[in-house]
């Protein structure tokens, strides 16, 4: 069952068809994730045309910013787990949990970078940050691609999983080093 962005379930996804459910249903939060980024990137459009967020604070953006940077932290943590789910047969019966911790954090990501999009003194710069939140969930799509595909080889899996790290490593890069 899906709720705000959280799937929770109370079968194991022993059989193939609660795992297709369960990462179809994810995908379906995915896509919204999505359109929700492609509305946060027209707003800094926006913003940037205006001279500036909706209500420009600086702190406000600033806390936003920590946040954001802490919430993509537990991401690459909670992707690792996922994938650890998918692949170790030992831990298999926490694919659901992992998916679900994961698609929270990708959606307070999103907000996050809405909130920071309201605030921002420098919409262009936070516009290629949310661009960057975007390619998270897109690579993060992709491995839920992965998961979904049950003849899909492991090394498959594992390479997009290198694909998210390494594009979680480029926000997290991007964040430290932003300053409006």
Known sequence: ???????????????????????????????????????VVAQ????????????MDETRFQAAKEVLTNEARQLVTASKLLVKSVTDS???????????????LLHSLTELAADMTV???????????????????????????????LDMQEGILLQRAEGLASVLATLLRSLRVFSP
């Open 1 to 39: 069952m899906l709720r705000n962005g959280r799937i929770f379930s109370s079968s194991s996804v022993s059989s193939e068809h609660s795992r297709e459910a369960l990462c179809s249903r994810a995908d379906m939060t995915m896509d919204g994730l999505l359109e929700r980024l492609d509305q």
């Open 44 to 55: 800094c459009s926006r913003a940037q045309a205006a001279g500036g967020g909706a209500q």
């Open 90 to 104: 030992a831990t298999r019966q926490e694919l659901p949990s992992n998916l679900a911790s994961c698609l929270q």
């Open 119 to 149: 605030h921002t003194t420098a919409p262009l710069q936070t516009r290629n940050l949310v661009l960057k939140v975007r390619d998270v969930a897109c690579v993060f799509r992709e491995t839920l691609a992965s998961i979904l595909d």
